[in-house]
């Protein structure tokens, strides 16, 4: 499709284990976005990819959390040793440039029992 | 501390009038800024921008607001329909730097009553 793809759609996972979320953005988008939004929460920045720069890693919660993007499209984020707190709708987004209106995909439920 | 703040976490409208959504800001260097519409189970989805050299923008029955003097921005929806029932985001950026991109506020859940 045209669209912004995250899989899985649904992760359920034991707390401790590592998990890997995937994003294919919208092709030729140099820009991309994760974002979190967790029960009652809006939508918290994880980090920023911009074309071939280095990524703004600011809103990382911890350095459980990694993310990259190779060859300037697909992502992945990375989270280790899941804590029940990641639980959450992992969003990533993408958009031709920083100050254009970003597409998102669907989400990941993140669940970590 | 949040840059972007949607004050009001729902608000209730009837179907037929008029719904307004505001959002503030406190980052003097946004420059752009943006408004999503997120259903249930779904990711954001773009509704409506606005630059900061004007001071409004239409499109249909959305009409988005910026004062930048109060650094404040509203969405008006009219006539709000039943469709409408979602929640709303307030974003803005920094075009000519920043490093965050898009900036979020914790949305507005707005709720249209028949």
């Known amino acids: 499709g045209a669209g912004v793809s995250q899989s899985p759609s649904n992760k359920v996972t034991e707390k401790g284990k590592d998990v890997e979320l995937r994003c294919d953005p919208i092709s030729g988008h140099t820009a991309l976005y994760w974002y979190r939004q967790s029960l009652g929460q809006g939508l918290e920045f994880l980090i920023y990819f911009q074309g071939n720069s280095a990524p703004d890693k600011s809103g990382l919660p911890s350095d459980r959390f990694s993310a990259e993007r190779t060859g300037g499209s697909v992502s992945t984020l990375t989270i280790q040793r899941t804590q029940q707190e990641d639980s959450a709708v992992y969003l990533c987004a993408s958009s031709l440039t920083r100050a254009t209106e970003a597409f998102f995909g669907q989400g990941t439920r993140l669940t970590v029992v | 501390d949040q840059q972007v703040k949607q004050n009001s976490p729902s608000l209730s409208v009837q179907e037929g009038r008029i719904s307004i959504l505001n959002c503030d800001y406190t980052n003097s260097m946004f420059d752009y800024f943006l408004w999503y519409k997120k259903y249930p189970a779904e990711g954001p989805t773009f509704l409506i921008s606005i630059s900061s050299i004007k001071d409004k923008n239409e499109d249909g029955r959305f009409t988005v607001f910026l004062n930048k003097s109060a650094k404040h921005l509203s969405l008006h929806i009219v006539p709000s329909q039943p469709g409408d029932s979602a929640v709303y985001f307030c974003?803005?950026?920094?075009?000519?730097?920043?490093?965050?991109?898009?900036?979020f506020g914790k949305g507005t859940h707005l709720i249209i009553q028949p």
């Open positions: 974003a803005a950026s920094e075009a000519g730097g920043g490093a965050d991109g898009l900036t």
